[in-house]
């Protein structure tokens, strides 16, 4: 993994760095130096709505925390005509082959997003992702939950 390497952060990779001292944030960040990048972290603009769908349940302090959050990162839009043609197609072939991808739409938009600008994908959701890596479809690092090591 390399600092070099351009990030797209799924939803639950954000949730991590919401939460004060999470030892996962920082194993996230201690593998892919995403505070030491020359390239600012990514995230999609369907991310910043779940997130702050998330955030109505906590206290002002982690909202803030959040804020600050979505402010260090790019936010992608997905008004894009290239991001909607590979949402169309991702999704079409989730569906054509079963993928547990198929039942969540904002992940189409995060992986088609992550596709056309060029960057890796970092996620958590390994039934979403697992059967994407290594394919076309997108690039992808797939990490544990607990931990935020890369899944082999």
Do not use: K
């Amino acid at each position: 993994m390399s600092a070099a390497q351009g990030y797209l952060l799924d939803t639950n990779i954000v949730l991590h760095a919401t939460r004060e001292n999470s030892p996962v944030s920082r194993e996230v960040d201690r593998q892919f130096q995403l505070r030491s990048s020359p390239f600012r972290p990514a995230i999609c603009e369907v991310t910043v709505g779940e997130l702050w769908a998330f955030a109505q349940a906590w206290g002002a302090r982690r909202r803030e925390l959040l804020r600050r959050t979505i402010a260090d990162l790019l936010v992608l839009h997905i008004s894009d005509e290239r991001i909607r043609q590979r949402w169309a197609e991702l999704y079409s072939f989730a569906r054509d082959n079963g993928l547990a991808i198929q039942q969540d739409h904002n992940d189409i938009w995060i992986a088609a997003t992550a596709h056309v600008a060029g960057l890796r994908l970092l996620s958590t959701d390994a039934s979403a992702f697992l059967p994407l890596r290594g394919t076309a479809w997108v690039d992808v690092e797939v990490l544990d939950a607990r931990t935020g090591v890369v899944v082999s």
